[in-house]
């Protein structure tokens, strides 16, 4: 291929002034907007030129759609940046990538199910009406916990399980919705819990290191993170949430509105954390 031909696959990319007549905004409001909400927010070239993509044209005028409709500024750029695909498909990924102060540990699975399943018994213990994601890898790797989930589901707002397929049937109308995972999608190789409620949040997320063909089940190795941060925690729902929502779960088109928004500021108590240390504590010794 050569460079004419390498050019023209590469996307091209519109100055502000483009923007603003594609979109009916003057460059100053772009920049106003910019400034004050982060939005649309540009590739800034060597020289502090902005550029944008063609999907800013979309956005900015679904913004400004919304609010003709009435909607406040603030809340229809939320929505509108929540309806973007993320940077990279994987919960862990994105947690690691906007915090970076999170720290990684190499576990085994058996750990990883004791931390999950005191993520899932402690917010659902305290938690009113949350929002919870599992992944699971395999629908096979589900199955165990199917029982466990079909009861999460009944105390959640919305509940969403990934996999690579589902055997039979992938609905179920007393447990969680199954959202089944494209062959490329990173997060295929991720286990994860995530419980996102206006009272508890929580969240764990791990992806398996490669080379593992011939280690038993529960002793494969993990790189995992785990937080009680919400704004840690509403980072790995929105990805869990548009993941749900490219594998045609339409439940989370709306969770991806909801979830647009800043959590709300609580302060994590000693005695919440406390409550989640001592189960894992207890799984652990449980599964050890």
Known sequence: ???????????????????AERTGLSPSVLRMWETRHGFPEPRRMPSGHRRYAEADVELVRQVLRRKDAGIRLEVAIAEATATQAPAAPSIFAELRRKHPTLAAHRLRKSTLIALS???E??????AESPVLFG??????????????????????RSAIVFADHWGGSADDADGPIRASLAEDAPMRREWAVVCDAFDATACLSAWELPGQAGVADRER?????WTVDPVAVRDAARVAANVAASAGVLVAQPLLYELAAAPTPRATTPTGVTALFNRVVAY???LG
């Open 1 to 19: 291929m050569d460079q004419d031909e390498q050019l023209a696959q590469v996307p091209a990319e519109l100055t502000i002034g483009d923007l």
């Open 284 to 286: 652990v010794d449980r």
């Open 117 to 119: 399943w005191a993520i």
């Open 121 to 126: 018994d402690e917010c659902c213990a305290v």
């Open 221 to 225: 190795l993990f790189e995992a993170i």
């Open 135 to 156: 992944a699971f890898q395999r629908g096979d790797f589900y199955e165990p916990s199917a029982a466990r989930w079909g009861e999460l589901s009944r105390v959640a």
